[in-house]
């Protein structure tokens, strides 16, 4: 099976230097403002989205449709949950940069094994995990 064949689906963003959006293919041409730091913690975040910005709703948002996944599966109460993202920006040395992600998981309908068991099942549902630090409140 190719990959297209298991592809449930596929999207394309297009960014190019010097410009202050992304346009998203295949989707009516819907743009994105963004930004590039000018130094670190020099954005300015009312004119766009930084890549950690941007990461960082990617990871919340497909962390918490796997933990709604997981839960309906379970049959588990994920009422109240939310998911909140914590992306910074590191500095590994000379112009050499990584991304760190924490992710707290606050899933009020549930405690102990069944808490860590829902939030185990939602990391392994969601893509974007597999780099990411998880805590559960």
């Known amino acids: 099976m190719t990959?297209?064949?298991?592809?449930?689906y596929t999207t394309a963003v297009e960014s190019r230097p010097g410009v202050t959006e992304v346009r998203v293919s295949g989707d009516g041409g819907r743009?994105?403002?963004v930004v590039?730091?000018?130094a670190p913690?020099?954005?300015d975040e009312r004119s766009g989205w930084s890549p950690?910005?941007?990461?960082?709703?990617a990871v919340a948002t497909c962390m918490h449709q796997a933990l709604e996944l997981a839960a309906g599966v379970r049959g588990?109460?994920?009422?109240g949950s939310s998911v909140t993202a914590e992306v910074s920006l590191e500095h590994d040395g000379a112009l050499r940069y990584s991304l760190a992600a924490d992710v707290t998981i606050e899933l009020p309908g549930l405690e102990g094994d069944a808490r860590?068991?829902?939030?185990?099942?939602?990391?392994?549902?969601?893509?974007?995990a597999a780099n990411v630090r998880?805590?559960?409140d």
Not at 3 to 8: G, I, W
Not at 52 to 57: G, N, S
Not at 116 to 128: H, K, N, Q, T, V
């Open 3 to 8: 990959t297209q064949q298991r592809a449930l």
């Open 134 to 136: 998880v805590s559960g």
């Open 36 to 38: 590039n730091p000018t």
């Open 41 to 43: 913690g020099g954005l």
């Open 76 to 79: 588990s109460d994920a009422a």
């Open 31 to 33: 743009t994105l403002p």
């Open 52 to 57: 950690e910005q941007l990461y960082a709703a």
């Open 116 to 128: 860590s068991d829902l939030i185990d099942e939602a990391i392994r549902f969601c893509p974007l």
